[in-house]
Each structure stands twice: as structure tokens, then as C-alpha cells.
């Protein structure tokens, strides 16, 4: 499965991979399309087998603060209460759902199911003295540690530290209060929010988005309660992409390394989706920083198969992707400039061909213009083609020069000055972008 690695109707970001089993579970806020504000009062868990990580079910709903029973037990207006950032646990066969409230204190829930549903237990039980973030516990990540001890870790713009006692799980215990696991600093890896914990050996890995950039940055330490030492960030959604928050994780799945992050849609920080990296972590801890790309679980992407324009992983200029429906999702916004691009393709190495032919679908805007192909780099890479596009709906096709190969891929737009019906023609949306297709 390509980036976004879920239904390209869904939107869970905030994701917290868990494997549990011979699963492996994403835990995420749940966004919706076109929205005007982060999360939704329903929380929402989606499985893939670790046999086919291409095959993802979703489990429907988890949690609700509509629910009757979270209602009673808070007197909340619940249908107000969004749910941010949860993380799950598991503790001797029972499964532990840590969320933040916005704006409330902080609760938990418990199932006998990793996919839930849950069932609220309580807030958690903190005396004032060991409350930081003031009982909110912002994106909350949580970890069982080898010797049964759990630990806690939360905040926003302060970054905070408890002991849950792991008999209750709720309880947070007294005297456990630390601050600033990355420091109190104010460079590029001042800590933010987007709190998660991992531990990989005898090393805590301690993840977060920083203050600056739209990153996930990591620190490690030889104690749960560190200090941490900041290491670096592991990815970058902002690089060549519309940029917003970022928030995820790390998972081992196969044996294989995964950062899981979130992109943006819909020309806004909002309306996030699900993604996946592959990453190395090295002999000496460190994790080097990975670029974004179309590839989730994917090795590469096949060029003869029909690509839906919205796992771009490059949009330069006003271009974004926004979803009319749930079979809907174009790329908006093409104006004179604009870059749209794809990571990566391999073209095989099959020479038999010398007659490959690109095929764009398009929206049409009233507009001509021209599509230059690029492969490898979006300014200096080899141009291997050009496509006409017209004023109006249609599919677009011109022969192009045979590759073989592993490459990404770029589109970059110019208007044709005697096809714009506007005197504004750098700032006029050319057309929109559906889908595309090589053939041979």
C-alpha cells in the first residue's frame, strides 16, 4: 500500500503503531475531510495482518465521548469534547487507551481487545503536586517497561514525566514529576507536543515534534526518566510539501524499521493522513533522517499501473489535494510553477519498447498549458517528455522517452499564455490533476 498507507477517504493522524499479535494496529485522532478544526469526538483503530501489510481493516469506533457512559461519568457535553493524540498499552492481557480531551482533564480506558471498543475507567487519579500540564496529559504516550513499570509522557510546549502504577494503570504516583525530558532549550529541537516513547534494547527512544519545522525529532536516554539527549529528527513533512503539525512514531514490523507520520490535504494544517517510512536505526542508536514518499509499504510503485495523483509526495506552489467525495481526491491549485512529484517508480529494465506513452486525466480550468516529465530531480533532472493539456476535461497523452530504472517522478506546469482566457495568467489554476498511466 502507497502513502497514505489507509483508504484514501480516511483520515487518522497522530498515529501510534502498535503490534500486537500477528497484527499490526495504528492508534490516531480522527480528522474528517474538509474540515475547519483537528480531531473529531470518535476515536477509530484500523489493523493490518503482519503477513500483508497492504490489507487494512478498520475496526470502527473505539471510543466516544458521546458515549452514555463517558457522559455520566464526566457531565460533560461530550459532542464538544474532541479526542486528540491517544496511545495504547498492553498490561498482563488487558488492553490500556490513554487520550487527551481537549481542553479536559485527561482519561482512560480499558478493553480486552486491542481494537477495542473501550470502556472509560477514569480520569487519571494525580495529586496537584505530581500533575503537570495541569491533568490535561496532552498527546499522552505511555510505555510498559521489561520490568513491569509503566511510565507516562505528555505535554505541550513543556514536556512532562510520571510513574503510573501498574496495578490500576490510572494512578499516577507520587513524587514522579520531571520535567523537560529533551531540556528547557530554545533551538530547533525545543520541545513542542507529539509526545511518544519506544525502547529499543537498554535505550529509551523518546520522540516528539519539536517547536520548529514540521518534524519528529528523537532523543534517547539509558533511563525511562531520562535525561534525554536530543539526537536529530527522523522526518520532515514539510520539505517540498505543504507543511503542518507532525505526530507519530516508530514500530518494528517484520523486522523491518517504521516512522509513522502524518500529511496534510485540502490546503490546510488539517484533514491529516496516515503514512509510512522505512528507516535505519544505526549501531551507535542514531536514526538518519528520511525523506517523504509516495512508497509506504511499497518498494517501489508501478508506472504501468493507473496512479491516483494524490499520493504526490512533492507539491510545489499553490497545488494541494482536497477531496470532493470519498471517490474524489484531486490535486488542486496547478498554476503556472507548480511541481507535483512521486517516489519512487521502477521502470524495469525491459528495452524491447521504444513507444511509451504518458497519459494525464484531467480536470480542465479554461486553460492550456504544457506538462514537462522529469525524472530524478525536479530542476536538473532529465526532461522525457511533455504533455499538451487542454481547456477542457480529458485524458492527455504524448509519447515519452523509454526509461528502465528505479526513479521518482515530476511534473512541472507551465501556462501557455495564447490558451489562458484571463489576463491573470500567473495566478490562474490551470486544471486539476486525477490520475496518470504509462503504457508501452
Same mark, same amino acid.
Given at each position: 500500500m502507497?502513502?497514505?498507507? /489507509?483508504?484514501?477517504?480516511? *483520515?487518522?493522524p497522530d498515529?501510534?503503531?502498535?503490534?500486537?499479535?500477528?497484527?499490526?494496529?495504528?492508534?490516531?485522532? %480522527?480528522?474528517?475531510?474538509? #474540515?475547519?478544526k483537528?480531531?473529531?469526538?470518535?476515536?477509530?483503530?484500523?489493523s493490518a495482518? /503482519?503477513?500483508?501489510?497492504?490489507n487494512w481493516?478498520?475496526?470502527?469506533?473505539?471510543?466516544?465521548?458521546?458515549?452514555p457512559?463517558y457522559?455520566?461519568?464526566?457531565?460533560?457535553?461530550?459532542?464538544?469534547?474532541?479526542?486528540?493524540?491517544?496511545?495504547?498499552?498492553?498490561?498482563?492481557?488487558?488492553?490500556y487507551?490513554?487520550m487527551?480531551?481537549?481542553?479536559?482533564?485527561?482519561?482512560?480506558?480499558?478493553s480486552s481487545?486491542?481494537?477495542?471498543?473501550?470502556?472509560?475507567?477514569?480520569?487519571?487519579?494525580v495529586?496537584?503536586d505530581d500533575e503537570?500540564?495541569?491533568?490535561?496529559f496532552?498527546d $499522552?504516550g505511555?510505555?510498559v517497561?521489561?520490568?513491569?513499570?509503566? *511510565?507516562?509522557?505528555?505535554?505541550f510546549?513543556r514536556s512532562?514525566?510520571?510513574e503510573i502504577?501498574p496495578?490500576?494503570?490510572?494512578?499516577i504516583?507520587?513524587?514522579?514529576l520531571?520535567?523537560?525530558?529533551?531540556?528547557?532549550?530554545?533551538?530547533?529541537?525545543?520541545?513542542?507536543?507529539?509526545?511518544?516513547?519506544r525502547?529499543i534494547?537498554?535505550? +529509551?527512544?523518546?520522540?516528539?515534534?519539536?517547536?520548529?519545522?514540521?518534524?519528529?525529532?528523537?532523543? @534517547?536516554?539509558k533511563?525511562p526518566?531520562?535525561?534525554?539527549?536530543?539526537?536529530?529528527?527522523?522526518?520532515?513533512?514539510?520539505i517540498?510539501?505543504?507543511?503542518?503539525?507532525? %505526530?507519530? #512514531?516508530i514500530?518494528?514490523i517484520?523486522?523491518?524499521?517504521?516512522?509513522? +507520520?502524518h500529511?496534510?490535504?485540502?490546503g490546510?494544517?488539517?484533514?491529516?493522513r496516515?503514512?509510512v517510512?522505512?528507516?535505519?536505526?544505526l549501531?551507535?542508536?542514531?536514526?538518519?533522517?528520511?525523506?517523504?514518499t #509516495?512508497l509506504?509499504?511499497?518498494?517501489?510503485l508501478?508506472?504501468?499501473?493507473?496512479t $491516483?495523483a494524490?499520493?504526490?509526495?512533492?507539491?510545489?506552489?499553490?497545488?494541494f489535494i482536497t477531496?470532493? =467525495?470519498?471517490f @474524489?481526491?484531486?490535486?488542486?491549485?496547478?498554476?503556472?510553477?507548480?511541481?507535483? !512529484?512521486?517516489?519512487?517508480? =521502477?521502470?524495469?529494465d525491459?528495452?524491447s519498447?521504444?513507444?511509451?506513452?504518458?497519459s494525464?486525466k484531467v480536470?480542465?480550468? !479554461?486553460?492550456?498549458?504544457?506538462?514537462?516529465?522529469?525524472?530524478?530531480? *525536479?530542476e536538473n533532472?532529465?526532461?522525457?517528455?511533455?504533455?499538451?493539456?487542454?481547456?477542457? =476535461?480529458g485524458?492527455?497523452s504524448?509519447?515519452?522517452?523509454?526509461?528502465t530504472?528505479?526513479?521518482?517522478?515530476f511534473f512541472k506546469?507551465?501556462?501557455?499564455?495564447?490558451?489562458?482566457?484571463?489576463? =491573470?495568467?500567473?495566478n490562474?489554476? /490551470?486544471?486539476e /490533476?486525477?490520475s496518470f498511466?504509462?503504457?508501452?
Open positions: 502507497p502513502n497514505p498507507i /489507509l483508504p484514501l477517504w480516511e *483520515y487518522i498515529g501510534e503503531p502498535r503490534v500486537f499479535g500477528d497484527r499490526v494496529y495504528l492508534y490516531g485522532s %480522527h480528522d474528517n475531510a474538509n #474540515s475547519d483537528f480531531c473529531d469526538h470518535i476515536l477509530k483503530v484500523w495482518p /503482519l503477513s500483508d501489510l497492504n481493516t478498520c475496526h470502527g469506533v473505539s471510543f466516544s465521548t458521546s458515549d457512559d457522559i455520566k461519568a464526566t457531565d460533560e457535553n461530550a459532542p464538544e469534547k474532541l479526542l486528540y493524540a491517544p496511545d495504547v498499552v498492553e498490561k498482563d492481557g488487558e488492553y487507551l490513554y487527551y480531551v481537549f481542553f479536559a482533564r485527561g482519561i482512560v480506558a480499558k481487545r486491542p481494537e477495542g471498543p473501550f470502556k472509560l475507567i477514569s480520569h487519571y487519579k495529586d496537584k503537570g500540564d495541569e491533568g490535561i496532552n $499522552p505511555v510505555l517497561d521489561d520490568d513491569g513499570r509503566v *511510565y507516562i509522557y505528555y505535554g510546549e512532562h514525566f510520571n502504577n496495578e490500576n494503570m490510572v494512578e504516583k507520587k513524587g514522579s520531571k520535567l523537560h525530558m529533551v531540556g528547557d532549550r530554545d533551538d530547533e529541537a525545543k520541545f513542542f507536543e507529539a509526545s511518544s516513547i525502547k534494547g537498554d535505550t +529509551y527512544y523518546f520522540i516528539y515534534s519539536p517547536k520548529r519545522g514540521c518534524r519528529l525529532a528523537y532523543a @534517547t536516554s533511563r526518566e531520562g535525561p534525554f539527549e536530543y539526537r536529530g529528527y527522523i522526518i520532515d513533512n514539510g517540498d510539501y505543504p507543511g503542518g503539525n507532525d %505526530h507519530g #512514531s514500530a518494528n517484520n523486522g523491518q524499521w517504521y516512522v509513522f +507520520y500529511r496534510m490535504t485540502n490546510t494544517i488539517l484533514s491529516r496516515a503514512c517510512e522505512k528507516i535505519t536505526i549501531p551507535d542508536g542514531s536514526i538518519p533522517t528520511v525523506e517523504m #509516495s509506504g509499504f511499497e518498494d517501489s508501478n508506472p504501468y499501473k493507473i $491516483p494524490e499520493i504526490a509526495c512533492v507539491l510545489k506552489g499553490d497545488a477531496e470532493y =467525495d470519498k @474524489t481526491r484531486n490535486i488542486c491549485g496547478i498554476k503556472n510553477g507548480c511541481i507535483i !512529484g512521486y517516489k519512487y517508480f =521502477d521502470f524495469g525491459d528495452f519498447s521504444d513507444n511509451i506513452t504518458i494525464l480536470r480542465g480550468k !479554461g486553460c492550456t498549458s504544457w506538462v514537462k516529465v522529469l525524472i530524478d530531480d *525536479y533532472g532529465e526532461v522525457i517528455g511533455v504533455v499538451n493539456v487542454d481547456t477542457h =476535461d485524458v492527455y504524448e509519447k515519452v522517452k523509454a526509461i530504472g528505479r526513479h521518482s517522478l506546469v507551465e501556462y501557455t499564455y495564447e490558451g489562458c482566457f484571463t489576463r =491573470d495568467f500567473e490562474r489554476e /490551470l486544471f /490533476l486525477e498511466v504509462f503504457d508501452k
